[in-house]
């Protein structure tokens, strides 16, 4: 980033800011997805079938929690939109993740489970949205894919750090040591994202506003998608990586602890979440960096078909160390996933104000794929094997993989004559962004 200043004039942020914003992608890691795949290797390996909890009803409350959330997507994405205040909604969001994480430990009945994750759930709906807007408002267009790929680094990072604590903890003190981890990282997280000064986040920007344009606040979600339909398609695509995606870690921490037992499953998928977080980092950076070069499609196109790869490999051996190994594959199909998909949300709503509830809308059906990836999985496992869940969900990435690389336009650079804008009406716009034109 060699110049100091944008197409506007506006100078680059302090160093201390973006300083503050790698440590908040950092600390929130862990928070900002509950206990993930902890919450099925807690369930089966403390609770067990002899309080009721299987591959099916764990896979049950993960699916109530991911439709919580999902509900909540396109609203929050809204409220991010309009709120002047994107620290306090941070804040707000890490406690009750925490809070309704910290609960679990004293509640086995099903109705309680599910309604805790619930809350976590709806809770976590706000940190991608939210992180991506307080980024954009930061940073401005100019530096926004870089300075994404830069935030998905620092998250995968802290998501390593983390199941390395987790992981050499737990086994000592066993699976209840991740819930202390999580009440730690949300006090150091909250305490950096105040350390980020107000003033740094330009709100207009924040909503995908270009300069001296005004927002157009009455929409939904839904109409968002519908009048955009290189956005509806890239919905239903984003839905489909985590129909895929979303289940295989949670089956393989259910698959490790029948193979190794509940005293070493937890530190065990610890290793793997570790090994595919570290290849992440570097994957994440490397798409921020060349994501205007070499174009967003095909780098998805990678991701789709590693994730088929992947889960057709988890078939092949149950060894634990083939499992992890594995898993590290999952680094490259979720960081370039997690780097590119606020870049295309940004590419099809520039000029709208609609970024953060596009988001949202998109991230709703994202989020019904990875609740439905959980029981789809779960009812595959209890009725043939895992062998035939893993296969199931690569052939869904490689069906994906064919309607992206068939349908889906490249989107640097997008236009309203390329794309209806969500429903604002047109907005002038250069043929080419400076950013796509400068990647040329």
């Known amino acids: 980033m060699p110049d100091r200043v944008d197409e506007a004039g506006r100078p680059r942020p302090a160093a201390r800011t973006l300083r503050g914003l790698d440590a908040l992608n950092f600390f929130l890691a ?13 369930l089966l390996a403390v609770r067990g079938p002899d309080q009721g909890w299987n ?19 396109t609203p929050i994405g809204a409220v991010i939109d309009r709120s002047r205040h994107k620290r306090a909604v941070i804040v707000a969001a890490a406690l009750a993740v925490t809070l309704s994480c910290l609960a679990l430990p004293f509640v086995s009945n099903f109705y309680l ?6 809350l976590a759930g709806i809770a976590g709906a706000v940190f991608p949205p939210a992180l991506a807007a307080i980024t ?27 199941a390395v604590i987790a992981g050499a903890s737990a086994y000592v003190f066993g699976p209840i040591v991740v819930f202390w981890l999580m009440a730690v990282l949300a006090a150091a997280s909250i305490a950096v994202m105040l350390l980020i000064p ?25 109409s968002v ?9 890239f919905a239903g695509l984003c839905a489909a990586f985590h129909l895929a995606n979303a289940a295989m870690l949670p089956s393989v921490g259910q698959l490790l602890t029948k193979i190794s037992g509940k005293d070493h499953a937890t ?15 570097p994957v994440a950076i490397f798409v921020g960096r060349r994501a205007d070069a070499i174009g967003r499609k095909p780098i998805f196109l990678v991701a789709f078909g590693v994730l088929a790869l992947r889960g ?18 999952d680094g490259i199909g979720a960081g370039i996933y997690g780097a590119l998909f606020p870049v295309v949300v940004a590419d099809l709503t520039r000029g709208t104000g609609r970024f953060n509830v596009a988001q949202g809308a998109v991230a709703t059906a994202q989020g019904i794929g990875a609740a439905l990836s959980a029981s789809l999985a779960g009812l595959i496992i209890v009725g043939a094997s895992f062998s035939a869940a893993f296969l199931a969900l690569a052939a869904i990435s490689a069906a994906a993989f064919l309607v992206y690389w068939l349908a889906m336009p490249e989107t640097s650079g997008f236009t309203p004559a390329e794309a209806d804008d969500g429903g604002a009406g047109p907005i002038p716009m250069p043929e080419r962004s400076p950013v796509a034109a400068r990647a040329r």
């Open 30 to 42: 862990d928070v900002r997805d509950g206990l993930g795949p902890y919450l099925a290797i807690y």
């Open 55 to 73: 591959e099916a009803t764990i896979g049950l409350v993960i699916t109530i929690s991911g439709i919580a959330g999902l509900v909540a997507q």
């Open 113 to 118: 489970v599910a309604a805790t994750q619930s």
């Open 136 to 162: 954009l408002g930061i940073v401005g267009p100019r530096w926004f894919s870089r300075q994404i790929g830069r935030n998905e680094g620092f998250n995968h990072a802290g998501n390593a750090a983390s």
């Open 198 to 222: 107000a003033e740094a986040i330009d709100d207009d920007l924040a909503r995908g506003l270009e300069h001296d344009e005004k927002a157009v606040d009455s929409t939904s979600g839904l």
């Open 225 to 233: 998608l519908l009048r955009n339909r290189t956005l509806l398609l």
């Open 267 to 281: 530190s065990l998928i610890a290793v793997c979440i570790v090994a595919a977080q570290c290849v992440m980092v």
């Open 312 to 329: 057709v490999l988890y078939t092949l051996a149950d060894n634990p160390f083939w499992l992890v190994a594995v898993q590290c594959l």
